[in-house]
């Protein structure tokens, strides 16, 4: 009889766990945390760029997608995000705030602003405005010069603030004439509506600035962006709401002029809470 080969004993497999957690891991992530799973192998350069190179890449198709559907199909991203078809597209808060930066950007490159305190105290015959602000220059210790720009700051950091107030009120408009609907939905399609409204601002932003303000090459302009804006805000309720055309045209000129009524009201308000803020330091 033979001699017995020694039996070779296996050892055990190892257990995969999460690296945040210590779930054991049933696949790729994990159950309980979502965390993916871990190798060291990830750490090389060459993980590291093909991981770099597939984000950069997932981002760009989303953000092509996201602007073209924005420019070209009213309403459709934020149909789609109300069907729950989210993954192709940029985020609507990312979308939004996005296209605030780019305006903001174009803006602190060439200013450009209706409501000023330049504008102010054109508009203040008697002067007071302007006395007031030499006698506070005088008591900080500064060029009147100084202390308007320093106005014009605050000012323009509380109309950034503002965009958002702006969102909200848009929102609200669309909750009082489209009843039975989430907020939601109405948070999501004013983000939209200005997303393309500042990203159209952006790209118009090196003839804008040029036009001045308050003039009649001005009101030329705003007259063509209102037609534009007011004819995409009317494209977008019909496709997200679904409702026939003429009281789509009734409910969007109500949203559109408490968006306007907002738009002109932010920087006033902004602007007296500015000289206000330097009258009292």
């Known amino acids: 009889m033979g001699a017995t080969a020694p039996t070779t004993v296996q050892p055990a497999p190892e257990i995969a766990t999460c690296p945040t957690c210590g779930t054991e891991l049933q696949g790729k ?10 190798h060291p192998r990830e750490l090389s350069i060459r993980h590291f760029l093909a991981h770099l190179l597939e984000e950069f890449t997932h981002l760009d198709s989303k953000a092509f997608a996201t602007v073209r559907y924005l420019f070209t199909r009213p309403g459709f991203l934020t149909a789609e995000f109300v069907a729950g078809r989210r993954a192709r597209y940029m985020k609507p808060l990312s979308l939004f705030l996005v296209a605030s930066a780019l305006l903001l950007l ?21 002067g007071k405005l302007e006395t007031t602000l ?6 900080q210790n500064i060029a009147k010069a100084v202390l308007i720009e320093r106005i014009q700051a605050t000012e ?3 109309v950034t603030a503002a965009q958002f107030a702006v969102v909200l009120a848009m929102a ?3 909750a009082v004439v489209y009843r ?11 983000l939209h509506y200005f997303s393309f409204n500042y990203l159209c601002w952006v790209l118009v932003w090196p003839v804008a600035s040029n036009v001045g303000v308050l003039n009649a090459k001005s009101s030329v302009l705003l007259a063509i962006s209102a037609a534009v804006f007011f004819t995409y805000l009317v494209v977008s309720l019909r496709r997200i709401y679904g409702q026939g055309i003429g009281i789509t045209l009734a409910k969007t000129a ?8 907002t738009q002109i009201v932010t920087p006033i308000v902004a602007l007296f809470v500015a000289i206000l803020v330097a009258l009292k330091s």
Do not use: Q
């Open 254 to 261: 109500f949203v559109y002029a408490a968006i306007f009524l």
């Open 180 to 190: 039975r609907r989430y907020f939601v939905e109405h948070l999501i399609a004013a």
């Open 106 to 126: 174009a803006n602190s490159i060439r200013p450009r602003s209706a409501y000023d305190v330049r504008w102010l105290m054109a508009a203040d015959p008697g």
């Open 134 to 139: 030499g006698k506070v220059a005088v008591r």
């Open 172 to 174: 609200v408009a669309l």
């Open 29 to 38: 992530f994990c159950p309980y945390c979502g965390e993916r799973e871990f």
């Open 156 to 158: 323009h950091r509380l």
